[in-house]
């Protein structure tokens, strides 16, 4: 072989290596962007994605014979509930409630019913449980009837739901609508938090105890600041929804 022929084949052979290389290269960094591109989407999008949960509450009145609903003078009413997780990650779930609240009402002429729909549109009002205001009727009395946990799931899976139906009954006569009222906190970790509800007879309602749940199951009791806790990681949350029922 020439010197001439060992030269060439020489670079034949370098360039065979280095295009070799470049393939090796290509599809290393192929597998390493396919491999990131996975981990982003199935792991790391879902973990930083919030938690969510949608509730709907339907309550009606149950239809029965008339002369069955004059001997018992009670009128049976249904309440549906329907809790669905669309986030993409596990939704952990706290003691729910859900309340039942007769109301009655007297009759009135309020001539100052603009300023007082201007009231409700307050950012002071914007929290509370029923921000609206009438000029023919005021609430007259508001009493508790019902109500208990709502949920007895303590998680919800990405795209799952769960339904609950019940039915309570109501005196005939007694209250012209109800008000009902349901509240599901959640956090994101599995046993990191617990609430207790309390009833607060003055007040006259609900008030939650939130507990912090350490490594050894310990419950330590937490305050809220500004209605935000010290280990803001757990993503206390609590959905609510409401409604009417006419009687």
């Known amino acids: 072989m020439s010197e001439r022929e060992g030269t060439e084949s020489k670079k034949s052979f370098l360039a065979g290596s280095f295009h070799t290389w470049i393939q090796t290269i290509a599809i290393i960094l192929a597998g390493a962007w396919a491999a990131y591109t996975f981990i982003y989407k199935e792991v790391l999008v879902p973990k930083a994605a919030p938690i969510n949960l949608a509730l709907n509450l339907q309550p009606q009145r149950v239809s029965q014979d008339l002369g069955r609903a004059k001997a018992d003078h009670l009128i049976p009413v249904e309440l549906k509930i329907v809790a669905n997780n669309p986030s993409t990650r596990t939704v952990y779930l706290l003691p729910s409630l859900w309340l039942a609240y007769g109301v009655t009402y007297s009759e009135k002429d309020d001539l ?14 914007a929290t509370a449980m029923f921000s609206y205001a009438e000029r023919h009727a005021e609430t007259k009395s508001r009493m508790l009837i019902a109500g208990g946990r709502a949920l007895r799931d303590v998680s919800l899976k990405p795209g799952e739901a ?12 007694r209250y012209r609508m109800l008000t009902i009222s349901l509240y599901v906190p959640t956090v994101s ?9 309390r009833h607060n007879a003055v007040a006259g309602n609900f008030v939650p105890t939130v507990y912090l749940i350490d490594a050894a199951g310990t419950r330590v009791p937490i305050v809220s600041k500004d209605g935000k806790y010290a280990n803001e990681e757990d993503e206390l949350q609590e959905f609510a929804v409401y409604a009417d029922l006419a009687l």
């Open 162 to 173: 769960v339904t609950r139906t019940m039915v309570f009954y109501v005196p005939a006569n």
């Open 189 to 197: 970790k599995k046993d990191s938090m617990d609430i207790v509800w």
């Open 112 to 125: 100052t019913i603009g300023q007082k729909v201007e009231a409700t549109l307050a950012p002071a009002a």
